[in-house]
């Protein structure tokens, strides 16, 4: 059994939910999971005691989070010797595969970080969550998309298959470890 942190950044809540999908495999696959949100102010977060780091962030205007990416810059060192892994939350991945997995190389390469595995998730729109100008802000861009411009309703994408499919391929080799 492995002792895992889960560390996410999310806006609008998408990345939690992912993150919580994943810690929940990771528990029914025997090992301790411990999720913590990433935040700007109180990242003095200890790796101490953990085998293993997954880091999930969200997009926004195509860019991950830049206080996350600052810490794994910080801890390189302590991460160089966890396992670790990297999952990617955007609507890009959706529709621009080559787009999103863009952005996960550039804000890997700018943390100085090299998970052993990553993944990109389609994440969703949550209209009813934004603020009138984003949501206006959002609708033009996803109307050049050709995507869901009905902002009545709210739009999941992600396909949770590959979320599982992704957290089973990390408990094999924690599971071994």
Not at 35 to 56: H, K, Q, T, Y
Not at 86 to 104: D, E, G, H, N, W
């Amino acid at each position: 059994m492995a002792r895992v942190l889960i560390l996410y950044a999310t806006v609008e809540g998408q990345t939690a939910r992912v993150a919580a999908r994943i810690a929940q495999r990771l528990r029914e696959r025997g090992h301790a999971v411990e999720s913590r949100r990433a935040e700007p102010a109180g990242m003095g977060l200890s790796l101490a005691g953990f085998d293993a780091v997954i880091v999930g962030a969200s997009v926004h205007y195509g860019r991950h989070p830049a206080h996350l990416r600052a810490w794994l810059r910080e801890r390189r060192a302590d991460l160089a010797v966890l396992a670790g892994a990297f999952f990617s939350v955007s609507l890009s991945a959706r529709t621009k595969p080559i787009a999103a997995q863009r952005y996960l190389r550039r804000f890997l390469r700018q943390a100085a970080w090299q998970p052993q595995q990553t993944a990109t998730f389609a994440g969703a729109l949550p209209y009813s969550k934004y603020a009138a100008w984003k949501r206006l802000l959002m609708v033009a861009f996803v109307a050049l998309a050709g995507g869901d411009t009905d902002t009545s309703r709210d739009y999941e994408y992600t396909d949770w298959d590959a979320v599982q499919r992704f957290a089973d391929g990390l408990a094999l080799p924690l599971s071994q470890a």
